[in-house]
């Protein structure tokens, strides 16, 4: 399975496991509820799992300034 981590906000490329070892349930997804899975988890043709999170960068400007979370793209 491979998973690529990609920031929700500034789409910053943030990391990738390739691992025929890691599951959805070892990641953790089967918490997620399905809206959750939905906004979070997308899925390609090619098997590929793409995880949108938030950055370091992008979490400070968010705790900083708590307004912008209110706007639909806040940060980019």
């Given at each position: 399975?491979i998973?690529?981590?990609v920031?929700?906000?500034?789409?910053?490329?943030?990391?990738?496991?390739?691992?025929?070892?890691?599951?959805?349930?070892r990641?953790?997804?089967?918490s997620?509820?399905?809206?959750e899975r939905?906004?979070?988890?997308?899925?390609?043709?090619?098997?590929?799992?793409?995880?949108?999170?938030?950055?370091e960068?992008c979490?400070?400007?968010l705790e900083?300034?708590?307004?912008?979370?209110?706007?639909?793209?806040?940060?980019?």
């Amino acid at each position: 399975m491979i998973v690529n981590y990609v920031c929700r906000h500034c789409r910053t490329f943030l990391g990738r496991i390739d691992s025929a070892a890691i599951t959805e349930e070892r990641l953790g997804f089967h918490s997620l509820t399905p809206a959750e899975r939905r906004d979070i988890i997308a899925y390609n043709s090619g098997g590929e799992v793409t995880v949108k999170v938030i950055c370091e960068h992008c979490s400070q400007a968010l705790e900083n300034n708590p307004e912008l979370s209110l706007l639909v793209n806040p940060l980019q």
